[in-house]
């Protein structure tokens, strides 16, 4: 029933929101990966982690990508030593973020040209719906 | 068949203007909506009904981004669908003006 090019649109465009938000996690841990506890011996900013999955649209007989969660990387924090911090414990230990902004710039590199992709996809979609419209009008 | 279109008479304001080879072309492709709906009339109503819902939601998408409640990409997927809708019931009213046209042009 439903136009398989006009589904393509709605997968492309489900593709682009959830490039977005990873995009979004990737900018909250970039902009935080300073960001420290302001009580001594205070947890830092913990680093934040998105995953997708397939959602089965029954209507439409398509495969959907949607987010299926933002989650927290428990992975150890950074330890830096520096008694004058407000955040530093007894002997004189800071925590930092357990972000690594290499990894986060790759993910961000990553989330971008995924989402060329399916701005690709949409295009070129949208293309063939308007070459086959076209026919009409010079027929 | 006749009977069948004449209640186009009425929504057709302005004929485009299309050349002899164009009519001929054309008549093939229009002549089986006519055989198949009702009349012209509800069709090319049915027509721009939904051109016009179309458009009606992608400006309240557009009005919701405006305000900052709907993604970039959302509003620009409503008013694709919505050009897109718009295009091909333009197309459809110019090939059915055109068989229309070619049937009046007719000499019996």
Redesign the interface.
């Known amino acids: 029933m439903f136009d398989p090019l006009?589904v393509t649109?709605?997968i492309g465009?489900s593709g682009?929101?959830a490039q977005?938000k990873r995009m979004r996690v990737v900018s909250e841990n970039l902009a935080n990966a300073q960001s420290t506890g302001h009580t001594p011996g205070a947890d830092p900013y913990t680093r934040k982690t998105i995953s997708f999955e397939s959602e089965f649209d029954e209507a439409m007989g398509a495969s959907f990508v949607k987010v299926a969660g933002i989650g927290r990387n428990h992975s150890p924090y950074r330890v830096e030593y520096s008694p004058g911090h407000p955040a530093a414990d007894a002997k004189g230990f800071v925590k930092l973020p357990n972000v690594d902004v290499l990894v986060e710039v790759a993910d961000m590199r990553e989330a971008n040209r995924s989402y060329e992709a399916n701005l690709q996809v949409i295009k070129q979609a949208?293309e063939m719906?308007?070459m086959t419209?076209?026919l009409?009008?010079s027929? | 068949m006749i009977d069948r279109i004449n209640p186009l008479a009425a929504p057709v304001a302005s004929p485009v203007e299309t050349s002899p080879a164009d009519l001929v072309r054309g008549a093939g492709a229009t002549a089986s909506p006519a055989a198949e709906g009702a009349d012209f009339g509800a069709m090319l109503s049915s027509l721009a009904s939904d051109a016009i819902g179309a458009v009606k939601k992608a400006e309240t998408i557009s009005l919701a981004g405006v305000r900052g409640d709907a993604s970039v990409q959302q509003v620009v997927e409503a008013v694709m669908s919505a050009e897109q809708t718009l295009q091909s019931a333009i197309a459809i009213r110019d090939k059915v003006v055109s068989a229309y046209l070619e049937i009046s042009r007719m000499s019996i």
Do not use: F, P, W, Y
């Open positions: 006009q649109l709605k465009a682009l929101e977005s949208r719906i308007s419209i076209d009409l009008r027929g």
